[in-house]
C-alpha cells in the first residue's frame, strides 16, 4: 500500500508513520505534504528520504476549493491508497475527503467523541476529566467524527497543564497511529484500545 502524509508542523507523528513502514509491513510512505512551505516536518521527511512538497494555503485566502485543487494535484500524482494527516491543521472540504472516501486516517489529540477541533487538553483540564488521550479515525465530511480506529488513554495528573498533557499524550500518539496505519494497511478496521505505557 502506497501512503501519503500531510503535516502542518513538526511532523512528529509523520516521522513515526514513515519509521514504522520497514521490513514485512504492508504498507511504505510515497509523499509527504504540507500546507506550510516552513513546516519543520519537511526537512525531517527529506532526510527520511521521502519526497515532500508544500502547498501554501495563504496563496489561496478565501479560496478552500483552490487550495485543495493545488494540493491534489501533486498528492494524486503519487498514487496512494492510504492519507494520513498528521497534525495537519486544515480542514477539508467533504469534495476532497470523497474523493479519498474511506482511505484518510486522522489523528485527534482527545478521546473522542469528547472534545473535536481545538485546545483539546485545555478543555479535558477544565473539565476535571481523569483522563485524556488521542484517537485516530476515518475521515468522514463532518470535523473529527468519523469512525474510531483506535484510541489511547493517559492520565490527567494533579498540576498538569495543557502543554505537559499535550507532551504525554503526544509520546502516546507516537505508539498509537502506527499501529493503527498498520491494522488499516492489511484491511483490517477493527478499533483498538491502547494503554499509556
Ligand atoms: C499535536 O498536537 C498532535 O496532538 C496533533 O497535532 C499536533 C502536532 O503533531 N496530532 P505533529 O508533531 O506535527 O505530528
Redesign the pocket.
Known amino acids: 500500500k502506497r501512503v501519503a502524509i500531510l ?8 516521522i513515526k508513520l514513515v519509521e514504522s513502514m520497514t521490513g514485512d509491513h504492508p504498507a511504505r510512505p510515497v509523499i509527504v505534504g504540507s500546507n506550510d512551505p516552513q513546516a519543520a ?1 519537511l526537512a525531517h521527511a527529506r532526510a527520511l528520504d521521502v519526497p515532500s512538497f508544500a502547498i501554501d494555503h495563504r496563496a489561496y485566502p478565501g479560496d478552500r476549493a483552490g487550495f485543495e485543487a493545488a494540493l491534489l494535484e501533486p498528492l494524486l500524482a503519487a498514487r496512494p491508497d492510504i492519507l494520513c494527516l ?2 495537519f491543521m486544515r480542514i477539508l472540504t467533504p469534495d476532497f475527503v470523497q474523493r479519498f472516501q474511506g482511505r484518510i486516517l486522522n ?3 482527545s478521546l473522542l467523541p469528547k472534545y473535536p477541533g481545538l485546545h483539546t487538553h485545555r478543555r479535558a483540564i477544565e473539565a476535571g476529566d481523569a483522563q485524556a488521550g ?1 484517537s485516530v479515525h476515518l475521515v468522514t465530511p463532518e470535523l473529527d467524527a468519523g469512525p474510531i480506529l483506535g484510541q489511547v488513554r493517559v492520565p490527567i495528573l494533579p498540576g498538569d497543564s495543557a502543554e505537559t498533557l ?1 507532551a504525554r ?2 509520546v502516546q ?1 507516537h505508539r498509537l497511529y502506527p499501529q493503527v496505519l498498520r491494522r488499516f494497511a492489511q484491511g483490517d478496521q477493527r478499533p483498538i484500545t491502547l494503554t499509556a505505557a
Open positions: 503535516i502542518s508542523g513538526g511532523g512528529s507523528n509523520m516536518g498528521a497534525g489523528i485527534h489529540p488521542a499535550a499524550v503526544l500518539e
